[in-house]
T-cell receptor, first 115, second 113 residues
Framework: NAGVTQTPKFQVLKTGQSMTLQCAQD?????MSWYRQDPGMGLRLIHY???????DQGEVPNGYNVSRSTTEDFPLRLLSAAPSQTSVYFC??????????????FGSGTRLTVV | QKEVEQDPGPLSVPEGAIVSLNCTYS??????FMWYRQYSRKGPELLMY????GNKEDGRFTAQVDKSSKYISLFIRDSQPSDSATYLC?????????????FGSGTQLTVLP
């Protein structure tokens, strides 16, 4: 089925470890983004991309890196995991950054625990 | 103060009830307003979007925007147990970049059979 695929679904990391959360979409969407969701905080934007080769920071970018070498893939890298990065991470894509007419398609999330 | 405020609930109603979910916002530049539904352990999915003030209806769902009061609502008629989910409001300016898409924290709804 078409959509946004995130892997892994669950991950436990030790403090200081690094890892990459994968995100792929097959809808030829130009716009992709990463959010984290924490209780009582809603969805907060980490990084986003408006097309291959173009990325920018969101509201909470510290401790995370992204790259966009293809239209389909938008991986999120945790450089040195910290307990404060324990969260549920969602990747989303859209035809437009201003998503009102198209909406964002979200992946099913990656639940990350840093111990 | 957050730009978008949403009562987290939880909200519990009997099947068939009319549900009212609300968000208030402080940024008068917001022009597009959306409601997302998020089932447990799933990603949010777009339910409805509206532009400018007024009502928009889609089946059992009605989205309402009152820009003068900076207040948006989602009404669910004849609520069903399958409507049990967290509902997130979201809004963005007309020329906004992704940074300006702002989500509420979500209201958890349970519809009891």
């Amino acid at each position: 089925n078409a959509g946004v695929t995130q892997t892994p679904k669950f991950q436990v990391l030790k403090t200081g470890q690094s890892m990459t959360l994968q995100c792929a979409q097959d809808m030829n969407h130009e716009y992709m983004s990463w959010y984290r969701q924490d209780p009582g905080m809603g969805l907060r934007l980490i990084h986003y991309s408006v097309g291959a080769g173009i990325t920018d920071q969101g509201e909470v970018p510290n401790g995370y890196n992204v790259s966009r070498s293809t239209t389909e893939d938008f991986p999120l890298r945790l450089l040195s995991a910290a307990p404060s990065q324990t969260s549920v991470y969602f990747c989303a894509s859209s035809n437009s950054a201003v998503s009102a007419n198209y909406g964002y398609t979200f992946g099913s999330g990656t639940r990350l625990t840093v111990v | 103060q957050k730009e978008v405020e949403q009562d987290p609930g939880p909200l519990s109603v009997p099947e068939g009830a009319i549900v009212s979910l609300n968000c208030t916002y402080s940024n008068s530049a917001f022009q597009y307003f959306m409601w997302y539904r998020q089932y447990s352990r799933k990603g949010p999915e777009l339910l409805m979007y509206t532009y400018s003030s007024g009502n928009k209806e889609d089946g059992r769902f009605t989205a309402q925007v009152d820009k003068s009061s900076k207040y948006i609502s989602l009404f669910i008629r004849d609520s069903q147990p399958s409507d049990s989910a967290t509902y997130l409001c979201a809004m963005i300016t007309s020329s906004g970049s992704a940074r300006q898409l702002t989500f509420g924290s979500g209201t958890q709804l349970t519809v009891l059979p």
